[in-house]
């Protein structure tokens, strides 16, 4: 602190600045010509304190930033009655101005001095007071209508009040700037006092009922998953009564056939092996016997193969069982 009331004391005694540039972003003073475009001298008949050259110097205490009425209303403060405004700016283009006409309009704008505070509206018989487009503007606390309750952090709210009849309306608290434009910010609702509570105890209601219907579709959900689930199981229990034991059997005879022709045929290559070995020994000896070990050979045949058929493996003459 010390130290500024120092700056400052050696920058008062200090000559005017004998350049133009020099006033530019000055300190203690400044040029008409370098004020900004929101920026005007006050009151309008101020006195200059020097000169450099032809053009005036004024103090620098006596610039004010001046806005327009809707930016003054951003901070709780309106334009008094009959002002007339300080000075006309070029204005911002909106969206839905035409290129050819944009640059041609001018704005108004106001100084601190021909404001006053915000005086909101009152609510009348029930319904809540809003601006044209609808809803209410409530960028500080004060401006909110007498008679009125500002709800927030309160889904769905403006349905139950639809629901009801009841009137309400969207509270605007600020903008945002974004894609080049202002979009409005909306924060809850602005309710009649008288209104509130009943709309609070409807919206706990509509809360209670709309969970409990979820939980009922959340129940129902899970019971029918789960009961197709045991019918799935109870068709695969079926299926596997009535084909399961037939396919089984099925198996277990093709795997019987499989082993009874492979006996069968492993017999008949060592009974064509006896066969040769005594054909050869008839030949050399006698030939009735060759005859004689002919007919034994089928008769062997013949009673293994009737005892593959049985299933029964034990009393195959000659044979062993291959696995």
């Known amino acids: 602190m010390e130290e500024d009331l120092c700056l400052q004391a050696e920058l008062e005694s200090q000559p005017l600045p004998t350049s ?15 004020l900004l475009k929101f920026e005007a001298l006050h009151p309008p008949d101020l006195a200059p304190v020097g000169f450099v050259g032809k053009t005036a110097v004024y103090p620098r205490s006596a610039v004010h930033t001046l806005h327009t009425r809707e930016t003054w209303l951003k901070d709780a403060r309106s334009v008094k009655e009959g002002e007339q405004a300080y000075k ?17 309009q001018l ?8 404001t006053e505070d915000y005086v909101p ?58 894609s080049g434009y202002s979009h409005p910010i909306f924060d809850g609702v602005i309710v009649c006092e008288e209104f509130a509570d009943t709309l609070l105890d409807a919206w706990e209601q509509d809360r209670a009922e709309s969970e409990r219907k979820a939980h009922e579709k959340r129940e129902k959900l899970v019971l029918g998953r789960w009961a197709k689930f045991t019918k799935g199981l109870l068709i695969q229990s079926r ?39 005594d054909a050869m020994n008839g030949a050399a000896g006698n030939g009735s016997d060759g005859v004689a070990a002919t007919a034994m050979a089928g008769e062997v045949h013949e009673a293994a193969w009737s005892a593959l058929a049985r299933g029964n493996t034990d009393d195959l003459p000659g044979c062993r069982l291959i696995s």
């Not at 133009?20 to 370098?34: E, S, T």
């Not at 089984?248 to 064509?272: F, V």
């Open 20 to 34: 133009i540039q020099d006033y530019k972003g000055h300190p203690l003073y400044v040029l008409q010509r370098h």
């Open 88 to 104: 006309m700016v070029k204005a911002r283009p909106k969206r839905s101005t035409p290129a050819h006409e944009r640059g041609k």
């Open 121 to 178: 509206p009152t609510a009348v018989d029930g319904k809540v007071p809003r601006n044209a487009y609808g809803n209410v503007e409530l960028f500080k606390p004060s401006m909110l209508p007498f008679g009125c309750r500002h709800i927030q952090d309160i889904p769905n709210l403006g349905r139950i009040a639809r629901k009801l009849g009841i009137d309400c309306a969207e509270a605007m608290v600020g903008w945002d700037q974004h």
């Open 107 to 114: 704005a108004e704008t106001f100084g601190l001095w021909q």
């Open 239 to 277: 299926v596997k009564t009535m084909f399961g034991a037939s396919h089984s059997n099925s198996q277990h005879e093709e795997m019987a056939n499989d082993e009874a022709e492979c006996h069968h045929r492993q017999c008949i290559n060592d009974d064509d092996d006896d066969d040769d070995d």
